[in-house]
């Protein structure tokens, strides 16, 4: 149907725009990280359009990439190709990253790689993006060659998972298929293409067997993977954005990503098991429904001791830490028991300050309590190796106390944070 289009995408870091002209000739434009996806799409589009001596009346019709991506980026997205498609009169292909990628990594291909993978149709790939706080946006996309042409269609549909399932787990090794995990779309093929650029040719090219899908500006819907992406303010009343509740084995494999993240020297997963075996008290911190952060303690005769507590970087500066750790002490409180006991690295100054804002104080120190970065060995003689509380490999233990949480110690349990 389309010949000349203008295709735009602002669902990542970067930004792009390109233009396919009915001659075939493809010229695109990126945004340069960190700068406003508003500001800058609408005029890289527009000198695309006057280097190539056009104007908005000119194009056929405006592809573009609705999704999955910051839920701001996929808006801007939209609502710019909406608007240009409402003063224009133009046609609007909705195209997702799912079926572009798919898309981008066949026209890669060799003609020999593709008899090769035709053999083995319809060809399941494999595809999942990054979604942060331990998830990951995923599909499986299935081609399937019909004739000269190739046809496109979700064997799985778009689903948020977590970043260790087996969208990214080794047990994909085994399966047949293409696994594409964060795929750098510019990468693929002799010619280096933004994400735009695919989406310009996926908008035009012939060899695609379906029909495309051109609709009305009131018609075009972004994709939102995620199942709530904002709560009214009736829903945030019934359902408040923080939930603290007990961690579950179904929790570990997120706990394990935020884990790996907050610490050089992180719990193994069977840490974390023998703990939930032990009946140890292990509470997470969801915000909408995701995991950020969790809690990990055991009682001690009248003390308890906190073993574990991290919070995703992700979510860092922003009183989550003070929270989760206000929330833990009014449970050991309620529990009517007396004192917290904890240790932390010296080198940790941001924890210290909070567990010190929070009424801690320093009790001890632990010599070599804790496993460090490997000293180079002209700074680490044998002695040193062999004598733990010595050893440039391992770092010391502040030893922290907070008694009196059954006398009036003051803890708030307020849902609001900075």
Same mark, same amino acid.
């Given at each position: ?17 390109? +233009? ?41 019709g405006i592809a573009v990439g609705i999704g999955p991506g910051s839920f701001t980026g996929l808006r801007v ?113 002799? &010619? ?15 060899? +695609? ?15 939102? &993977? ?55 008290? $292990?509470? &997470? ?22 073993? !574990? ?19 833990? $002490? ?13 240790? &932390?690295?010296?080198? !940790? ?50 030893? $922290? ?18």
């Open positions: 149907m389309t010949s000349t289009v203008l295709a735009i995408e602002s669902g990542g870091i970067r930004a792009s725009v390109a +233009l396919r002209k009915a001659d075939g000739t493809l010229t695109y434009a990126v945004a340069d990280s960190g700068q406003s996806h508003s500001s800058r799409l609408l005029p890289l589009a527009q000198a695309l359009l006057q280097k190539a001596g056009m104007d908005w009346q000119d194009l056929d997205a939209c609502g710019i190709a909406q608007g240009l498609a409402l003063g224009s009169g133009k046609p609007l292909l909705g195209v997702n990253g799912f079926e572009a990628t798919a898309y981008a990594w066949w026209s890669s291909l060799s003609e020999e790689l593709r008899r090769d993978y035709a053999a083995h149709q319809p060809i399941p790939v494999r595809i999942s993006f990054d979604a942060r706080l331990g998830e990951r946006f995923a599909a499986t996309v299935g081609l399937t060659q019909q004739g000269s042409g190739i046809a496109l269609a979700f064997q799985e549909p778009p689903a948020v998972v977590l970043a260790e399932s087996a969208h990214t787990s080794d047990r994909d090794a085994a399966r047949s298929g293409v696994d594409l995990v964060d795929p750098d779309v510019q990468a693929f093929g002799q &010619v280096s293409l933004p994400l735009a650029a695919w989406i310009a040719r996926f908008a035009v090219d012939a060899n +695609l067997a379906q029909p495309r899908e051109w609709v009305g500006p009131s018609e075009l819907r972004p994709l939102y &993977v995620r199942d709530k992406v904002a709560q009214t303010i009736a829903e945030r009343q019934e359902s408040p954005d923080l939930v603290w509740a007990d961690m579950t084995a179904a929790d570990l494999a997120s706990v394990m990503v935020i884990e790996r993240q907050a610490y050089p020297f992180p719990w193994t997963s069977g840490n974390f098991q023998d703990s939930l075996n032990a009946g140890y008290t $292990m509470r &997470v911190l969801k915000e909408r429904g995701v995991m950020i952060g969790y809690v990990v303690w055991m009682r001690v005769v009248d003390e308890v001791h906190l073993l !574990n507590i991290a919070l995703s970087p992700a979510r860092q500066g922003r009183g989550l830490g003070a929270w989760m750790m206000r929330q833990f $002490m009014a449970q050991v409180r309620d529990a009517g028991i007396d004192q917290i006991l904890l240790e &932390v690295r010296p080198s !940790n100054t941001a924890a210290i300050g909070l567990y010190r804002k929070l009424g801690f104080k320093d009790i001890g120190l632990r010599k070599g309590y804790y496993p460090n970065h490997a000293a180079p060995a002209s700074v680490a003689s044998a002695s040193q190796l062999n004598s733990p509380q010595n050893s440039p490999m391992r770092e010391d233990a502040i030893v $922290m106390r907070l008694s009196g949480l059954d006398t009036g110690q003051a803890v708030s349990t307020e849902k609001t944070y900075g």
